[in-house]
């Protein structure tokens, strides 16, 4: 079986912390996304990686930032916590560009700040 | 603004009845993809289909798609309490291959 796995499922923190959150596809895909769920917005994209150390924002970078050194990992890392950035974060994993396939998530992370 | 709005925006149904949501959107696609989603979980796919595609099956799951009026539906025949979850439609946004997904459709299923 296919496998996206995100290191936590629920995470409290703290307003100011540096938070990480870990992603691990078994996949080899060579994309990589961080989406953010919250009620009545559906998902939206943080940033996307289609490549090791390759990054790009997408529709709401802003207090996130991202690492890729591997391939079968992305992290998404919250500079300085703040409790607007309570919410479920996903992550995916998907081929190369150009492949009419679907994306694979992970369980999911609930993070609440406090 | 989001490609991809489902509807309605809940539904509840009892066990054995047909569930349908629809999906528009608003630029050209090359295919649209649904996918379930648990509750506090992560997004499972269920179908894609493609744009030169009109209908497809998969289980008890049809799907439709009609490019001309930039919709498509799935319905969930015969449903059973397993089948509560949120569905969300998504369409490509680009060639990587990130994707666009509307807010969701909201379905119990009661037993």
């Known amino acids: 079986d296919v496998k996206v796995t995100q290191s936590s499922r629920y995470l409290v923190k703290r307003t100011g912390e540096k938070v990480f959150l870990e992603c691990v596809q078994d996949?080899?895909?060579?994309?990589m996304f961080w989406y953010r769920q919250d009620p009545g917005l559906g998902l939206r994209l943080i940033y996307f990686?289609?490549?090791?150390?390759?990054?790009e924002k997408g529709d709401i970078p802003e207090g996130y930032s991202v690492s890729r050194e591997k391939k079968e990992r992305f992290s998404l890392i919250l500079e300085s916590a703040s409790t607007n950035q309570t919410s479920m974060y996903l992550c995916?994993?998907?081929?190369?560009?150009?492949?009419?396939?679907?994306?694979?998530f992970g369980q999911g992370t609930r993070l609440t700040v406090v | 603004s989001q490609q991809g709005e489902e509807d309605p925006q809940a539904l509840s149904i009892q066990e054995g009845e047909n569930a349908t949501m629809n999906c528009s959107y608003k630029?050209?696609?090359?295919?649209l993809q649904w996918y379930r989603q648990n509750s506090g979980r992560g997004l499972v796919h269920l179908i894609l289909?493609?744009?030169?595609?009109r209908e497809k099956h998969s289980g008890r799951l049809r799907v439709t798609l009609d490019t001309s009026k930039k919709s498509s539906s799935l319905l969930i025949t015969a449903s059973r309490a397993a089948d509560t979850a949120s569905y969300f439609c998504?369409?490509?946004?680009?060639?990587?291959?990130?994707?666009?997904f509307g807010a969701g459709t909201q379905v119990v299923v009661t037993p």
């Open positions: 996949m080899d895909h060579e994309n």
């Open positions: 990686s289609y490549d090791v150390k390759m990054k």
């Open positions: 995916a994993s998907s081929p190369k560009q150009g492949l009419v396939t679907e994306a694979f």
């Open positions: 998504a369409t490509r946004r680009d060639s990587w291959g990130k994707l666009q």
């Open positions: 630029t050209s696609i090359n295919n």
């Open positions: 289909i493609r744009s030169n595609e």
